[in-house]
């Protein structure tokens, strides 16, 4: 436990000493809080305009508008997760191999497993770091909105971008693993999650066994659930089984480079 500690602190300090964390926090809350700004302004003039229709029509229309903007707003950020985490991930092993650093933690009396912990947290408390200033947004809206804000719902919906995220990072640190460049851990991360995003865009109206198959895969498709606020066992066993597997293979990376090293 106190080498997974050491090896934690040591990466949310170097994040924090570097401006990665800076930049990355900072621009993902500026284009969050600039889509939840316009979400909310469209869905809530759409509302208006119902409600008038409905007077004229003799009834009333009543959307329910906080559900809507969080449905969209979750879909959103979601997608700008899938643009920023490269750039969380694509040092976390690439620049430690460019530097010869990993070469010192494989030979500390420190584990695999417990460095490949540690840097998951790390990276994973970043994303957390991130992501809670956006219940800012919720907080504000559940003031003045009506009908009330369905607080499950929200409770929900964070909770499939938490393990999108979480995921998103366990797959990008094991492409840090095979490479000393951050430049190519970065692009090809992002290669993978775009492939991950679109996977199912041909197969959506399939209902072929191999349609099934492909729409399974695709990252975001399991968040759908979460948005409306449904909560899928089967969809936390995909995210899980994605960060699991990710992260064995970090395991296997670290390994064979200490074998190769003997």
Do not use: C
């Amino acid at each position: 436990m106190k080498g997974i500690l050491a090896v934690y602190r040591r990466e949310m300090g170097s994040y924090f000493v570097s401006p990665i964390a800076y930049v990355v926090v900072g621009l993902f809350l500026l284009i969050a809080g600039y889509f939840f700004y316009n979400i909310l302004a469209i869905i809530m003039e759409q509302s208006m305009m119902a409600q008038i229709q409905g007077m004229r029509g003799g009834g009333m229309q009543q959307i329910d508008v906080p559900g809507q903007v969080n449905r969209s707003f979750f879909d959103v950020i979601s997608t700008i997760v899938l643009f920023l985490i490269p750039m969380l991930t694509m040092g976390v092993y690439a620049e430690e191999r460019k530097r010869g650093t990993m070469e010192l933690l494989l030979t500390s009396p420190i584990t695999e497993i417990q460095i490949v912990v540690a840097k998951y947290f790390a990276a994973l408390t970043l994303f957390v770091i991130m992501l809670a200033p956006t219940l800012i947004y919720q907080v504000a809206m559940a003031r003045y909105s009506e009908p009330a804000v369905a607080w499950k719902m929200i409770w929900s919906g964070y909770l499939g971008v938490f393990l999108v995220g979480a995921a998103l990072i366990a797959i990008g640190t094991f492409i840090s693993s095979l490479t000393e460049s951050q430049i190519i851990a970065g692009v090809v991360t992002f290669g993978v999650f775009l492939l991950l995003w679109v996977v199912d865009i041909g197969v959506r109206q399939s209902t072929s066994t191999f349609g099934s198959i492909v729409q399974y895969l695709s990252i975001l498709h399991h968040l759908e659930d979460f948005s409306r606020g449904v909560i899928d066992t089967t969809n936390i066993v995909f995210y899980v089984s994605a960060i699991l597997l990710s992260l064995f293979l970090t395991l296997r990376t670290l390994d064979s480079m200490r074998w190769r090293r003997a």
